[in-house]
DNA sequence: GATGAATGAGGCTTCATTCAT
DNA sequence: GATGAATGAAGCCTCATTCAT
């Protein structure tokens, strides 16, 4: 560790990450992409309510009444990125669970990694995904809480078959899995491309750490 | 785990707890406590741009002209909740680390223990200290960013301690400070008073997970 | 006349009505009828400027960009409903005045029948004509001016001409011509055609106050 | 009847009086008795939609904010003249019923004579509770609704009162009480100060006219 | 300390209209 | 004829802040 690492994470507000990515299925095409694309990094770094519609009508090059050509109501620009965050994290999390070895030091192996791995590629889809749920209503933020709560229920799942078959040994289940949970989402706070790992080092890196902490490490 | 639980958890939007709560030596008499005290359920439930002074002010029971008798401007409330943040945080840490045997294990189960136990305990006061910082001026977030950086220093040099002295066996010390430091930042969004934890158990359990991650577990 | 009558007239808003009529001759077909007749509805109920251009498209099923495919502007189709029930309202009266006997008392019937008559059968368009008429510029309200003055003067120059012949006797002919006038006119605001009264039995009744009034009754 | 009295009418859009009045009872001193003043010209002339609040702004010398520490909303001011006028005239016809002779003849006449008056007296104040009351919500029109209809019943009662005593001879009760409301209401559209009828006159007038449409014409 | 009124800036959104397709 | 996208203006309202009382 250098210096330079720390100085960097010491200036950082919300996110390291400087390059707004999204999913590759996800049209960008388009005004109703660029919107995306542009609030994707507004919202990220200022949050929502930080962000008014004419600071992204500007980042789009456009007047903030055409917004409201493509969608609703600038909540809806903010529920599109919270949907394509959650859908992606999730997606990647059921795959992982399923697809190889069922053994669980396996797949909770597999499972950790895409749960950082989605951070670390995405992380400014996923500061805004976790970080400004808040500004939704519930009726827009529901299908999110439903999609967090079922990918929270497959690690628990997964730990408790571990320790039931004796794979694993944990203090507490539930905070096992707090802790495994919450340190692959805080890595969308610091991870940054220009950091000196690829996001598939620190998905291998953290899952040997969630390995370890069930008393499974390698 | 019940099911309970995690239900409890789906439905969070930025932290679990329901009870304002401010480090001791912090003066909460008077209209200046009242102010700070709504105003860190407020900004932790919706954010800082999400608050209005009127919103704070009628939580108050003043009129938001009030608020000016007592800050210079709203911006200062923030100030004052995220430094209380970060110097107890800071204080902790500190505390943490000199007090006690030397030896790299006993010392970050220490300083693990300090780190969680300040997000256990004041959970919105974290909530609001990580996730507004971007709210403030560089002039007012400054302070914090120093504190910041500070403990995340007093984490590596524990671990390249413990490395150097072949207590730890690491992948990567970059990496597991940002593990150990995530998870327990994280816990401040889900600890909540009536979870079956007490904020020891959460720290004594979360400073196993990181000495077993540094391979120097029980 | 019972209080259920009244307590139907206690919800009215601005008219009573719920069917949309414009008079026979009018075009009514293709897409500008259909844009005329939901007009008429709209600004009936919420005023011109109560209405937007998007409610108008969604009334008949298109765009609004396609409404100007068929009418230069908005104003423009208001303009049309104010010309149509000027023109019926002035027509009727005209022809009232002269066909038939040319006695005072006859041609006051015939003409007071006729106002009546056409506020009854179109209760929106007269609606849309007395009240919205303020929106139209000084240009496309003028012809509507002037065919209402001149039916104005149509009504006074019948009461003078009876009172000159001695077959009226009214304590003042301005007054007489503004009551008889102004009855006629509310008709709009509460005839519905579900209410017991043909709109013949209206306008005779109202014809026989009207010579009631000039001391000529029956 | 002079050319120049029809002349000034036909030039009239929404009603011809030019000076703003309202009830003496209400409180005009301040800056709300200022927007209420100015609201009341600016929504008879050009009626609530038309009727921006940087327009009221303008026309009271403050900025269309300082609104909002005097109403709640823009509907507000609006519902509040919607009161005014409701319940001076609604107390007005409540008084003219009750004080003096009990005969139907004589009951008939004062409630008459309050009718026009209040409309000639405050012409502007009627136009716009009478035109302008459905750009208010259903909560806040519903009073000035209850007051019309109870009014309404209260002239529904002269009239059947008179009937059943033989001093009132009527084709239609129902009819004659639209005709008598409405040509009292009319009034607001038509007088003006500047017209040579004092409002007494008016009223007067209008109250033997409504006489003779009963049968009971001096 | 506390407040009501005032403000300038700006919030989000809708307006009527245009135009290339 | 019809439309989706775009626009400049304007809609109502809330913002944080100031200041005389």
Redesign the pocket.
């Known amino acids: 560790m250098t210096n330079d690492r720390s100085a960097a994470l010491g200036t950082q507000r919300r996110f390291a990450a400087s390059q707004v990515r999204l999913p590759e299925h996800v049209l960008l095409e ?3 992409g660029r919107i995306l694309r542009e609030a994707l990094l507004l919202f990220a770094e200022r949050g ?2 930080g ?7 500007q980042a789009c ?16 620009v903010l529920a599109e990125l919270v949907r394509i965050g959650h859908e992606e994290h999730h997606r990647r999390l059921v795959e992982a669970a399923s697809a190889g070895p069922a053994d669980p030091g396996a797949r909770l192996r597999r499972v950790v990694r895409a749960h950082v791995l989605v951070h670390a590629e995405f992380p400014m889809l996923a500061v805004v995904a976790n970080n400004e749920l808040h500004a939704l209503s519930a009726e827009l933020a529901g299908p999110a809480l439903m999609l967090r709560a079922d990918g929270r229920q497959l690690l628990i799942d997964i730990l408790n078959e571990g320790i039931a078959a004796g794979a694993f040994e944990v203090p507490d289940a539930f905070l096992a899995v707090t802790a495994i949970s919450g340190m692959g989402m805080r890595v969308a706070n610091w991870y940054d491309p220009s950091l000196p790992y690829q996001p598939e080092e620190v998905a291998d890196t953290y899952a040997e750490f969630a390995l370890r902490m069930t008393g499974a490490g390698a």
Chains 1, 2, 3, 4 share one sequence.
């Open positions: 388009g005004t109703s929502f309510y962000t008014s519609i004419r600071d992204l009508g090059g456009i007047r903030s009444a055409t917004l409201y050509s493509h969608f609703p109501a600038k909540e809806n």
